[in-house]
Each structure stands twice: as structure tokens, then as C-alpha cells.
């Protein structure tokens, strides 16, 4: 098992540009999320997913559109990016209830200049 | 008020110390409770549940008062290699985590 992968490791993005970042699991988990990291801020949610075709927001979603088509892959857009999103992003699966260890994915490090 | 505070030291502690550490949150319907270690410039990874009779793994002790609303953790023999950030972290049941901003741990020889 690959477990989390996300793509690409790193993106510098000019200012109003878009870009989608991947992410994808093989272990038939229905929770995934995305989380951005920003120096003392810890790990805040922007989107979640508790199964295909169900998105929510997190605590910071503006700037950001998720979708789920399929159980694997939980891919998060940025349609016009901003230097505040500036981040390294990580995207976590879960396996539910019962199994609430969440998985990392290595993260993506964006700079948006 | 952050959901979920921690310390952000560091903590510089001697190999072999014992150090703890501690973290409050402000939702009292939080219902799981973990501590995660991340490495610098890598991913968090659990390193244990917290559960309210306290839980033990090794040298890792994790307790709950859920009356005071603060989770510890417990490092003893500290070693070079837990040298990381350690954050506490909350799931209130919406099935997404609030993380703290994690304390940092360096462990000297």
C-alpha cells in the first residue's frame, strides 16, 4: 500500500493563477481532508469529505474548492491564487469509526508569489 | 481563544530526562483526543490515542481530565530520537481534527 500520496511536492504559483492539488489513498478510507500548516498556526481545515460525492468546509475554506468523485482521490483546487495561501498543504485519510487514526500524506509546499 | 492551546516552548531537555507536556481545549463536546508527533518538514504521525483512564506505550503516557479540559503527555528516558513537535489534537465528531500549534521537544545529549 502507497498509503497517502499527494502531487506535486512543490508549486510556485504567480499571484491569480489556479492549480489543483492531488491527493490519493488505497486504503478504501471514506474520510479525507486537507489541512493547510502555517508557521505557529498548527494544522487547520480548509475542506472534508466523510464519503464520495459528500464534501464540507472546515474552518478555512475560502479560496478553496474540493470534490470526491471516487473514494481514492480527494483533490483540492485553488482557483485564484494569493500569497496568504502561501502554505504547505496535507491531505489525511481516515478509515471511520473505529479505525480514527488519520493518515498524512507527505504534503504539498505552495509558494504563491 | 484557540480550541486547542499549547505550549510552544521548547522544551530542552538532557537525554534521559522526563519531561510532560500539557494541553487544554474549549469544547466540552469533544470526544476523541490524540497526540501526534511531526518531524520537521514531514507529515504528523499518531503517536497515541488518549483515552479517559489514561493510556500508557512504553515511555509515552497520555491522560484525559475531561472535568478540566486538558490532555498530558508524558515522555520518560528521553531519547535524541523523540526530539520533534508533539501536537495535541481534538476531534469534536464532525470526523475532521483541531489541531494545537504543538510543542516543540529537543532533546539534548
Known amino acids: 500500500n502507497a498509503g497517502v500520496t499527494q502531487t506535486p511536492k512543490f508549486q510556485v504559483l504567480k499571484t491569480g493563477q489556479s492549480m489543483t492539488l492531488q491527493c490519493a489513498q488505497d486504503m478504501n478510507h471514506e474520510y479525507m481532508s486537507w489541512y493547510r500548516q502555517d508557521p505557529g498556526m498548527g494544522l487547520r481545515l480548509i475542506h472534508y469529505?466523510?464519503?464520495?460525492?459528500?464534501?464540507d468546509q472546515g474552518e478555512v475554506p475560502n479560496g478553496y474548492n474540493v470534490s470526491r468523485s471516487t473514494t481514492e482521490d480527494f483533490p483540492l483546487r485553488l482557483l485564484s491564487a494569493a500569497p496568504s495561501q502561501t502554505s504547505v498543504y496535507f491531505c489525511a485519510s481516515e478509515g471511520g469509526f473505529g479505525q480514527e487514526t488519520q493518515y498524512f500524506g507527505p504534503g504539498t509546499r505552495l509558494l504563491v508569489l | 481563544r484557540k480550541e486547542v492551546e499549547q505550549d510552544p516552548g521548547p522544551f530542552n531537555v538532557p537525554e534521559g530526562a522526563t519531561v510532560a507536556f500539557n494541553c487544554t481545549y474549549s469544547?466540552?463536546?469533544?470526544?476523541?483526543f490524540f497526540w501526534y508527533r511531526q518531524d520537521c518538514r514531514k507529515e504528523p504521525k499518531l503517536l497515541m490515542s488518549?483515552?479517559?483512564s489514561g493510556n500508557e506505550d512504553g515511555r509515552f503516557t497520555a491522560q484525559l481530565n475531561r472535568a478540566s479540559q486538558y490532555i498530558s503527555l508524558l515522555i520518560r528516558d528521553s531519547k535524541l530520537s523523540d526530539s520533534a513537535t508533539y501536537l495535541c489534537v481534538v476531534d469534536t465528531g464532525r470526523r475532521a481534527l483541531t489541531f494545537g500549534s504543538g510543542t516543540r521537544l529537543q532533546v539534548q545529549p
Open positions: 488518549v483515552y479517559s
Open positions: 469529505s466523510v464519503g464520495a460525492g459528500i464534501t
Open positions: 469544547n466540552s463536546a469533544s470526544q476523541s
